[in-house]
């Protein structure tokens, strides 16, 4: 994508300052040895001068990098990274556009280094809503930063959204805030700015926060697991399904566990599970029946047997068992109601 060298240019933007204003830039942007940026107090302990003194030399090197000869001769090169933003977007988080344009590892420290002295280039510090963005358009930048606050207080607390539909949603807040003539591949690249919004395993979209997105443990992976499958499982399928899907090892007697102690997951036959947002409702059968009577009134012992087996694996007997427990009384048409206490 880019049509220079960053080590190179990075190296000519810094051959005419004094040494110890190149040595501090260089160790600043980790553009020498090992590549590692060095800290104001770690530089400033080897002077033996302030991390302060050592930030205004850093301040002046910049400045003194832009008004040079060796800056105006490469007007090209920036007007080349300008335009490779542009394509990618406009605005990006530092991490993408470094992937996205950088050829490897050690390109990187050089392109920020040449990004922190290029006029064209704007950049705003990682905040608790954004990550580090690298920009050359303030209004548009404003936009997108307005279209993801939108997008996320318009994302219920759990909920998932596949990613086709999360990109619609997205592409309605950004016409609200103004965003014209705007490039389809670079709505991934503007969510990846935000810190508030995420893409779980299986490319579904929602808040960071979410136990749906942020994955964490084994619970979270059986979670998605019985969410794409659509139906109860047995936990055994449920380790298998998880190792399938997201190449993890799981043992099925742990995946058992992990099951019994989340609320979002119902028990709903011997060792079948159901996500309660499908509408199964936690409990044994004697429970499941008194939830369906008080929802729905006296009902027929088939009427019964009908609405447990939609949220049960049970046996017609053992339904017709828990209704003879006590809990419930027979009327004189025939239907079942709760038992007077």
């Given amino acids: 994508m880019l049509s220079f060298s960053p080590k190179n240019v990075s190296k000519e933007l810094l051959s005419g300052l004094p040494d110890r204003s190149r040595k501090v830039l260089s160790d600043r942007f980790g553009l020498s040895g090992k590549g590692e940026g060095r800290t104001l107090d770690a530089i400033g302990q080897e002077y033996g001068v302030t991390r302060e003194r ?43 556009l470094l992937e996205k344009i950088a050829k ?78 705007r490039i389809d591949e670079a709505l991934p690249h503007w969510l990846l700015i935000s810190k508030r919004i995420g893409r779980n395993p299986l490319g579904e979209w929602g808040r960071i926060d979410s136990p749906h997105v942020r994955i964490k443990n084994t619970r979270d992976f059986a979670y998605l697991t019985l969410k794409r499958h659509g139906s109860p499982m047995h936990f055994t399928e449920v380790a298998k399904g998880i190792e399938k899907l997201f190449h993890r090892k799981t043992h099925p007697a742990t995946t058992h566990n992990e099951l019994i102690k989340d609320s979002r997951f119902v028990l709903v036959g011997r060792g079948l599970y159901a996500l309660k947002e499908w509408g199964y409702e936690p409990g044994v059968v004697r429970d499941v029946i008194k939830g369906i009577i008080t929802r729905e009134g006296p009902l027929t012992r088939d009427e019964i047997i009908d609405r447990v087996k939609r949220e049960r694996y049970v046996k017609e007997a053992t339904i017709a068992v828990n209704l003879q427990n006590g809990t419930f009384s027979r009327q004189s048409d025939g239907r079942y109601a709760l038992a007077k206490k």
Avoid: C
């Fill in 104 to 181: 490897n590892e050690a390109d990187r420290n050089h392109l920020v280094f040449i990004l922190t002295v290029g006029h064209p280039f704007k950049m705003r510090r990682e905040d608790n809503d954004f990550r580090a963005r690298w920009y050359t358009d303030d209004q548009l930048a404003e936009q997108v930063e307005k279209a993801l606050t939108n997008l996320y207080e318009s994302i219920e607390a759990n909920r998932l959204t596949p990613e086709e539909e999360f990109l619609q949603l997205f592409a309605k807040y950004l016409k609200t805030a103004g965003v014209k003539n």
């Fill in 54 to 96: 050592i930030r205004q030399i850093e301040n002046h090197g910049l400045a003194a990098v832009r008004e040079s000869e060796g800056y105006a001769g490469h007007a090209e090169t920036l007007e080349d990274l300008k335009h490779a933003i542009n394509t990618l977007g406009g605005i990006l988080a530092e991490e993408t």
